[in-house]
T-cell receptor
Framework: KQEVTQIPAALSVPEGENLVLNCSFT??????LQWFRQDPGKGLTSLLL?????REQTSGRLNASLDKSSGRSTLYIAASQPGDSATYLC????????FGKGTKLTVNP | GAGVSQSPRYKVAKRGQDVALRCDPI?????LFWYQQALGQGPEFLTY????????KSGLPSDRFFAERPEGSVSTLKIQRTQQEDSAVYLC?????????????FGPGTRLTVT
């Protein structure tokens, strides 16, 4: 059974810092991996999708990497801003998505 | 429409009542998914449709849960005889094609509270 783990569970940083969120999964037989953002009381916003054949994807200040063989992904956020404060969820796809519990990020002004 | 919409956004039900949750996917999206998110947890898969065919319902927690998508567009998740442990946010997602290749877009969710 696929299991997804996200570390750390919570992270608090000052504005302007670069940071890395980690995601690991137990079964490397995945189609793709998605990173989502969830604001309190809201649905999920897709940030980046990495196909299993890709190594990384970039969107603005966000960069996500994927090492399928070792079952790891990282989400790098450059020059963090208070508006980045949210819970970040990692999910791997084998048709259905299997999610981690998320990392709650707080960026302090 | 511009995105996935869900209704109602909030539902309070007394234990034992039946509820129906609606999902309108993005127009043209073939695949539709339902997930359940308990407080402080990541979403968990319930069921998956491709057009009107329910291809996977392995995540439905009991036979009290039933989902349909009769015309391959709007979907309804029905919960019969609700229990307190059904309290959660129910999220709907859609994708253009096979989830192997296309990202899933999520609606805002329906928060169900069973009292």
């Amino acid at each position: 059974k696929q299991e997804v783990t996200q570390i750390p569970a919570a992270l608090s940083v000052p504005e302007g810092e670069n940071l890395v969120l980690n995601c690991s999964f137990t079964d490397s037989a995945i189609y793709n991996l998605q990173w989502f953002r969830q604001d309190p009381g809201k649905g999920l916003t897709s940030l980046l999708l990495i196909q299993s054949s890709q190594r990384e994807q970039t969107s603005g200040r966000l960069n996500a990497s994927l090492d399928k063989s070792s079952g790891r992904s990282t989400l790098y956020i450059a020059a963090s801003q208070p508006g980045d404060s949210a819970t970040y969820l990692c999910a791997v796809s084998t048709e259905k998505l299997v999610f981690g519990k998320g990392t709650k990020l707080t960026v302090n002004p | 429409g511009a995105g996935v919409s869900q209704s109602p956004r909030y539902k309070v039900a007394k234990r034992g009542q039946d509820v129906a949750l609606r999902c309108d996917p993005i127009s043209g999206h073939v695949s539709l998914f339902w997930y359940q998110q308990a407080l402080g947890q990541g979403p968990e898969f319930l069921t998956y449709f491709q057009n009107e065919a329910q291809l996977d319902k392995s995540g439905l927690p009991s036979d009290r849960f039933f989902a349909e998508r009769p015309e391959g567009s709007v979907s309804t998740l029905k919960i019969q005889r609700t229990q307190q442990e059904d309290s959660a946010v129910y999220l709907c997602a859609s994708s253009f094609g096979s989830p192997a290749s296309y990202e899933q877009y999520f609606g805002p969710g329906t928060r169900l509270t069973v009292t």
